[in-house]
């Protein structure tokens, strides 16, 4: 079954920048859709990027488009968000997803920026 491990979040100012990484268990990692997603408190999880199974095409919400970059490093079995010129509205539990074409979720990583 596979697992996903998220990590990176914490605190930082408006403008700074965090680095989330998504550690995926499971042996054909390569063959994955993935994506990252997020929720803040009393809100609806939204999409935030989704990237192919090469790495080739990435997807970005309008919202983080120009601030956020996703990537995979397939050998690694990782996925990254590298979020930066952070915003308090991207205050929120990041989660990765992955699809194998069964839909898979981590636990959250909780990313707070304050003004």
């Known amino acids: 079954q596979v697992q996903l491990v998220e990590s990176g979040g914490g605190l930082v100012q408006a403008g700074g920048s965090l680095r989330l990484s998504c550690v995926a268990s499971?042996?054909?990692?390569?063959?994955?859709?993935m994506g990252w997603f997020r929720q803040a408190p009393g809100k609806e999880r939204e999409y935030v990027a989704a990237?192919?199974?090469?790495?080739?095409?990435?997807y970005y919400a309008d919202s983080v488009k120009g601030r956020f970059t996703i990537s995979r490093d397939n050998a690694k079995s990782t996925m990254y968000l590298q979020m930066n010129s952070l915003k308090p509205e991207d205050t929120a539990v990041y989660y990765c997803?992955?699809?194998?074409?069964?839909?898979?979720w981590g636990q959250g990583t909780q990313v707070t920026v304050s003004s």
């Open positions: 499971g042996r054909y990692f390569s063959t994955y859709a």
């Open positions: 990237i192919t199974w090469s790495g080739a095409t990435t």
């Open positions: 997803q992955a699809v194998s074409p069964k839909v898979y």
